[in-house]
């Protein structure tokens, strides 16, 4: 089914060149399928408007100035706009003297008629333009430089909008002709929505070349080489991580998992709020809801297994200093309670936003995600946890192996397309209680398969203390002294280890803990690290 007015556009073209020649319309080549274009493109949209088809939104003229403007002075491109390529242009040829003018101008070389008819001399539409005289026309009418910008705009304008209508099409003919699901052609359609409008992000990259990437890994060493040492990620303000991790990183997942009661909710509170109260922004237009984040981030928390209300607690418990189990009995007294106000007037303007809809499935999660990023803009996710979230339109009788493999490929998705990090809590299997050595490991990992293969990084939380209270000697023994002398030292101490890397180190890192504030803090003694 012929889905796209271009691809209409395109047929018309190639019956009239044939009809012209009297060939059919199989016999053409590729070089007759481009002059097809150029020659009868207008015919074929007139054709399609008169069947009440209009054309799709474009303008020439704005491709035309935009072009000029760049080969006559190329320190326009400077000023552009991000977002622009090939398929900005609605002619395919300006498209590729786009490409060509771009890639000259990031090699530092000069781009100018005599150059670029160089670089398409065996180009199968150039001739068909004009040729250099064509190149020489658009230098010639070329208008200023300072409006190059405007003409920039226009042309993204008309690309969403043609891409809108591409999603429009492709909702029209779906749900005609039923061979795909309602859901999730919505949900096919409300991801191609985000990367067409949310955030200024663009649509998805698809192949670049090597070169382009390239300079995209330079323009980071050139980055990190301007902090002069400092954190190229998200810094969670826990020193000893951040200096293992090297921050949080766009588009990674990480993994933070443990058993029942080790502190993995309250690991991932205490980062998600230590990011969001350091939130600082400059206005940018071309950021997410017009904000360019200088410093912490807005976080979006999915707290599945706790309420909104409960995890506030915990947050308001840390940045007070009062005891959330002293808070939830009544057990505060004035001092207390004006802290807590305190508090409370000191973080309410942090962004951290809090989802806490219960039985979420992966394809919910990563829509609300996306329109949370379009509304805010968005600079860190964690989900609490892993094995709550739902999926849908699986095989019946799918494992669990298969559907945390789909809900982590899912989350590493999404950390892709938002260019956000994703934290997900998970759960350990209970082989950890039969070892003596109870450090967990990764094939402690429940479904440990696809959460290994996607996360860029998997940390265990260890609390020795969790264990060594379930593990007391006869009160007055020898053991009992020595038991108690190894509980004082644990009790306030917790571990996190780092058991996969992608980019960096393992190992593992000792932080401070405050059971009744359930909340992490750095350690003072550095010599309490240790890798492996």
Known sequence: MMRLPEAQIAKGAYALLAASRGMQVEDLNDHDRMSALTQFGDQARAVLAAAGLPPLPHSIEAEHALLGALLYDNTVYERLPEGISEATFFEAFHGSLWAEIEKAIRQGLLAD????????????????????????????????????????LT?????????????????????????????????????????????????????????????????????????????????TELADLDQKLGGLHPS??????????MGKTALATNIAFNIARRYRWEADPEAPAGQRTVAGGRV?????????????????????????????????DAADYDRIREAAIEIGEAPLYIDATGGLGIAKLAARARRQMRKTGLDLIVVDYLQLVT???????????????????????????LNVPIIALSQLSRQVEQREDKRPQLSDLRESGSIEQ?????????????YLERAEPKEGSEEHLKWQEDLTVAANRAEVIVGKARHGPIGSVLLAFSPDLTRFGNLAADHYNRSY
Not at 252 to 261: C, E, T, W
């Open 391 to 417: 999926v849908a339109g699986l095989r019946p009788g799918a494992n669990r192996v298969e559907i945390v493999a789909e809900i982590t490929g899912g989350l590493k998705a999404l950390a892709k397309e």
């Open 300 to 332: 979006l928390f999915y707290s599945l297994e706790m309420s909104a209300e409960q995890l506030a607690l915990r947050v308001l418990a840390d940045a007070a200093g009062v005891s959330g189990d002293r808070i939830r009995k009544g057990e505060i």
């Open 252 to 261: 990674d997942l990480l993994i933070v998992a443990g058993r029942p009661s």
């Open 155 to 235: 042309l993204l304008e008309t690309q969403r909008r043609r891409d809108l209508l591409h999603i429009g099409s492709g909702l029209i003919c779906d749900s005609a002709d039923g061979t795909r699901d309602s859901r999730e052609s919505g949900e096919a359609a409300e991801a191609e929505l985000f990367r067409t409008l949310g955030a200024g992000l663009g649509p998805g990259q698809g192949v670049v070349s090597f070169q382009h990437a390239l300079t995209g890994a330079v323009e980071m060493a050139a980055a990190a080489y301007g902090r002069d040492g400092a954190l190229s990620g998200l810094a």
């Open 113 to 152: 008629p005599t150059l670029m008819a160089t670089r398409f001399a065996n180009h199968p539409a150039f001739e068909a333009f004009g040729g250099f005289a064509y190149l020489a026309l658009l230098v010639d009418r070329a208008p200023p430089s300072f409006n190059a910008r405007d003409y920039a």
């Open 454 to 466: 996607d996360a860029d990084c998997v940390m265990f939380v260890y609390r020795e203390a969790y």
